[in-house]
């Protein structure tokens, strides 16, 4: 268990990092391309959320992208966690 909350939390840090230093790249440049390409990796999550929050509005679709992302974050830093603990298992 304690492996398991060690590379989850590592993969959770390195995700909210990589999240930042792309929010200020992204900023300084003239077209969000970036930002968007990021965000296509938690999309299946957005479209969870959108599917099933019954959000409406512009207020709902910033919901919908901000609950997504931050779903995306915390199911990957799991599935990295699960997939370290395998690793380790196997590997010892």
Request: aromatic share 12%; glycine share 8%; charged share 15%.
């Amino acid at each position: 268990m304690e492996t398991f909350l060690k590379y989850s939390s590592i993969a959770f840090a390195v995700q909210v990092l990589l999240y930042i230093v792309v929010v200020l790249i992204d900023g300084a440049l003239p077209e969000h391309a970036i930002l968007d390409t990021y965000l296509h990796v938690y999309a299946p999550f957005m479209l969870l959320i959108d599917r099933t929050g019954n959000l409406t509005g512009e207020a709902g679709m910033i919901r919908s992208i901000l609950l997504g992302a931050f779903l995306g974050l915390f199911v990957y830093s799991l599935l990295a966690g699960a997939v370290g603990l395998v690793i380790k298992r196997t590997f010892r």
